[in-house]
């Protein structure tokens, strides 16, 4: 097992460590060792004495008796839009180089909390939007990992870590997660709280995990996920459990819908046809729901938001420093400067009766089960990809998450996304746990 530390996941290294069967420090090297192996600029901010000596320090606390959290001992990558005071924090900008935040961000006190070792800082794409970073994908290094966690997602899918957390607005947890392989969960908008993250959407900015089993995806969720009154999405009451969830058994089979979408056009050849295999084997537990306009509208409602409220957000940051800001937001923030504020009153309007919608259907369903890309991750020169399949649940608040169930025609991997209902992310993780261990067994 020493030659594979690295390979464990947070679930099993955590069980390990607590049971005195391997400690956070030979678990933490295994990790700086094969990162030092593996070319994949993954990381913004890496210090490994300061990774060792918090390993040690959880290794003391279990060998005194004193009580250990569910991710003793284990590593966690934090997404660099988050704030710590043990390194910068540069939101991917040469605008923020250096910046040292005064105080962390209180999901990484709960990770803290929990017996983490924070591992460092992940790249991000600039200001968490569409610029891309130098990030190279583990499954095939020509290719892109995704945006804008695509430091987070490889850095768990290259081994360097078990467990990682990223966000997203608009597809920036469940596509690299699809591109890179990997189990990629968004909660329910509001189960993790925001506050000490870089504010680039009030309404679509979500927090979400990253992780390479369907229990440690869960676990990172249950651990970072509390009520903080400073963001206003956060809510004062329980939250779903992730991991019962995730390894709960169904009641009764549930009920998947699949919407037949305009963009499903969109689809590359290889990953229609593996959807297309997987409706087939769930079988008449999934009901297809013809092209809904209205549905599909809902995609540039989601960017006329995202593009206003990231104008307004960081309108400062825009006025001040033009010229450090790349060629490829530019024009994006100049058309989302053009947005009105009647069009985008419009936009949220629209966007709350996408919410009645949804909370109507998942009366009567289980999951939406849906794409979680247009396919295989695409090369480097051609962008961090198309998040035109993650929009709408992020528009809606809903939970999603992705699943590393197809492999493509260049033998990479490719996702498959299911969306359930506010509030119901266990429910989500229950219908999850059905779903691979139905195809698993048809397979």
């Known amino acids: 097992m020493a030659d594979d530390l690295h390979k464990l996941s947070a679930v099993q290294a955590a069980t390990a460590i607590r049971a005195g069967q391997l400690s956070s420090e030979a678990l933490v090297s295994a990790c700086l060792a094969h990162i030092g192996e593996d070319p994949i600029k993954a990381w913004a901010f890496l210090d490994p004495d300061l990774a060792l000596v918090q390993a040690r320090e959880m290794d003391r606390i279990r060998k005194v008796g004193h009580a250990t959290g569910p991710l003793h001992g284990v590593p966690v990558a934090l997404k660099d839009i988050i704030d710590t005071r043990f390194a910068p924090t540069e939101r991917g900008s040469a605008i923020f180089a ?19 070792v924070i591992m460092g800082k992940t790249k ?87 992780a390479r089993t369907l229990d440690d995806v869960a676990l990172l969720a249950d651990v970072i996920g509390h009520f903080d009154p400073r963001d206003p999405a956060s809510f004062a009451r329980p939250r779903p459990q992730m991991l ?71 309108a400062q940051v825009i006025d001040t420093h033009w010229d450090l800001l790349s060629d490829t937001l530019q024009p994006i923030i100049t058309r989302g400067r053009a947005i009105s504020a009647d069009q985008y009153e419009d936009a949220m309007a629209v966007r709350t009766s996408a919410e009645d919608f949804f909370a109507k259907h998942f009366l ?23 998040p035109v399949f993650c929009r709408i649940a992020s528009l809606a608040g809903l939970p999603s998450l992705t699943l590393p169930l197809l492999v493509g025609n260049n033998g990479l991997p490719i996702g498959v996304q299911l969306i359930g209902a506010i509030e119901e992310d266990d429910r989500l993780l229950r219908t999850a746990n059905w779903v691979q261990t139905t195809l698993a067994t048809d397979a």
């Open 124 to 210: 991000t794409t600039e200001l968490a939007f569409v610029h891309p970073t130098d990030t190279l994908n583990p499954c095939d290094t020509t290719r892109s990992p995704g945006g804008s966690s695509s430091g987070s997602a490889a850095a768990v899918a290259a081994f360097h870590v078990p467990l990682a957390i990223g966000s997203q607005t608009g597809g920036s947890v469940i596509r690299p997660a699809s591109y890179c392989g990997l189990y990629g969960l968004k909660p329910t908008r509001g189960v993790i709280p925001r506050n000490g993250v870089l504010e680039t959407s009030e309404t679509l900015d979500h927090l979400g995990t990253f």
């Open 244 to 314: 019962p969830g995730a390894r709960a058994d169904v009641p009764v089979e549930p009920d998947i819908a699949w919407f037949d979408l305009p963009f499903n056009d969109r689809l590359d050849a290889d990953a229609r046809e593996g959807l297309e295999a997987v409706i087939e084997a769930l079988g008449p537990r999934v009901e297809r729901f013809p092209v809904s306009d209205t549905l599909a509208a809902l995609i540039d409602v989601h960017i006329t938001i995202h593009e206003y409220e990231f104008c307004r957000h960081l």
């Open 98 to 116: 250096e910046r040292r935040p005064e105080a962390d961000a209180p999901i990484v006190n709960r990770l803290r909390e929990a017996g983490a």
């Open 364 to 386: 009567d369903f289980d999951a939406i089960l849906a794409p979680s890309a247009t396919g295989e991750a695409p090369l480097l020169a051609d962008g961090t990809g198309d």
